[in-house]
Nanobody
Framework: QVQLVEPGGGLVQAGGSLRLSCAASGSIFSINAMGWYRQAPGKQRVLVAAITSDGSTNYADSVKGRFTISRDNAKNTVYLQMNSLKPGETAVYYC????????????????????WGQGTQVTVSS
């Protein structure tokens, strides 16, 4: 069983900073790409940033230069450093990861499958 856990989130004033983290746990063989999405009320979930297993990154145009995605492969954790936050960025932030899991029943590697964190609320006040 694989799960992603996102502690953190919270309330911050416009122009402030916040750091999100997301840790994967369970029977993990390897993790490919990891990413962060956000979903504002009444809107679709959209990609914020993504990072491959070798560290290549991709950002939504709206966050370039302000957000930084990183990962610690030893800890199976992905981070999102958010600076200069804007009120319009209030949303639930979700992490996702493409994970190859290890099946101990038949000693095989399965996947990759896409897993999601439970989401964490980020509120930016004006």
């Amino acid at each position: 069983q694989v799960q992603l856990v996102e502690p953190g989130g919270g309330l911050v004033q416009a122009g402030g900073s916040l750091r999100l983290s997301c840790a994967a746990s369970g029977s993990i063989f390897s993790i490919n790409a990891m990413g962060w999405y956000r979903q504002a009320p009444g809107k679709q979930r959209v990609l914020v940033a993504a990072i491959t297993s070798d560290g290549s990154t991709n950002y939504a145009d709206s966050v370039k230069g302000r957000f930084t995605i990183s990962r610690d492969n030893a800890k199976n954790t992905v981070y999102l450093q958010m600076n200069s936050l804007k009120p319009g960025e209030t949303a639930v932030y979700y992490c996702d990861a493409h994970i190859n899991s290890f099946n101990r029943c038949n000693w095989s590697v399965e996947g990759p499958l896409n897993y999601w964190g439970q989401g964490t609320q980020v509120t930016v006040s004006s």
